[in-house]
């Protein structure tokens, strides 16, 4: 008997989780949170920053609802672009989270779209340096609402670390990384991480999306 209402309890939770993902309609501006499977380097973010409810967010993105299009802004790869919501999604098996502007700042929300929409093929920051004409992901939103908000600071920038925790030494990824591009570490410049953005108190998190 106890099994039953145990598996019963279990089809309910799985019932009304699923209904959570269904019922988030997605709006222009929403931000989108992914944990990417890249292999070390993602192990090597994940392993110095936080996300929301302790997942580890290493991309995201921003919500363009165009047409009947629903695509994703993006600074991955070799650029800034659009990318359809299925595809987005395709990139990692792992839960995607929603998060999405308190209504005092949804004011800021097309003079963002905006300004990532002029930022189509801009190159990607692979020095990951802020202010260098180039974006990864939390830069380009980090500029986007920072551009929405009058030129004033909308998320935070942090130093960023490159170091194992409690070590003192670089992530051997990472040396070898910022060594092919012939730089140090940046260690401790300026910078922003999707687990950073997904905790501000100026978005909600409304649930996990498939």
Known sequence: MRKLLICILSAVLLFFQARAQENIQLKSGDLIFQNLDCGPLCDA?????????????????????????????????????????????SKSAHPHYVGRLKPAYQKLIPTALAFSMAQMGVLYDDQYLYNNGKYYCSELIYDAFKAANKNKPFFKLFPMTYKEPGSGAYFPVWKVYFEHLNMEVPEGKPGCNPGGISLSDKIDILGQYK
């Open 45 to 89: 973010i994940n392993a110095v920053t936080q996300g929301y409810q302790g997942n580890k967010f290493s991309h995201m993105g921003m919500v363009l609802l165009r047409n009947d299009s629903v695509l994703i802004i993006e600074a991955s790869g070799k650029n800034v672009h659009l990318t359809p919501l299925k595809t987005f999604l």
